[in-house]
Nanobody
Framework: QLQLVESGGGLVQPGGSLRLSCVAS????????INWFRQAPGEEREGISC????????NYADSVWGRFRISRDKSKNTVYLQMNNVKAEDTAIYYC??????????????????????WGQGTQVTVSS
């Protein structure tokens, strides 16, 4: 049974950087699309960045484009989210989620959340001075 575990969250000052990790165990991430979602208090959960683990295709939401970078390490079965130049509005719980999609060559960061059947427990990111 595939499981996802996020880590790397914490308190960071505006303009700072943070790297989140999403480690998969119990199976390979090949043929999955991995998406980072975030949810701030009182807000809808939004997809911010995704990666097709097989093809390395990537996509970003406008809110993080140019500041965040998603990547994957096949040898470690891990997806990373490098967060740079963070802002107060990036404060949220960050989740990684997996969508089994062997026929897709791309991904969409703002894709249907309902497609993602596997979720991690989340990691808190707080941006504050």
């Amino acid at each position: 049974q595939l499981q996802l575990v996020e880590s790397g969250g914490g308190l960071v000052q505006p303009g700072g950087s943070l790297r989140l990790s999403c480690v998969a165990s119990g199976g390979t991430l090949d043929y999955y699309i991995i998406n980072w979602f975030r949810q701030a208090p009182g807000e809808e959960r939004e997809g911010i960045s995704c990666i097709n683990f097989q093809t390395d295709a990537r996509n970003y939401a406008d809110s993080v484009w140019g500041r965040f970078r998603i990547s994957r390490d096949k040898s470690k079965n891990t997806v990373y989210l490098q967060m740079n130049n963070v802002k107060a509005e990036d404060t949220a719980i960050y989740y990684c989620a997996a969508d089994w999609n062997p026929n897709s060559r791309i991904c969409l960061a703002d894709g249907d959340k309902g497609r993602y059947g596997l979720w991690g427990q989340g990691t808190q990111v707080t941006v504050s001075s």
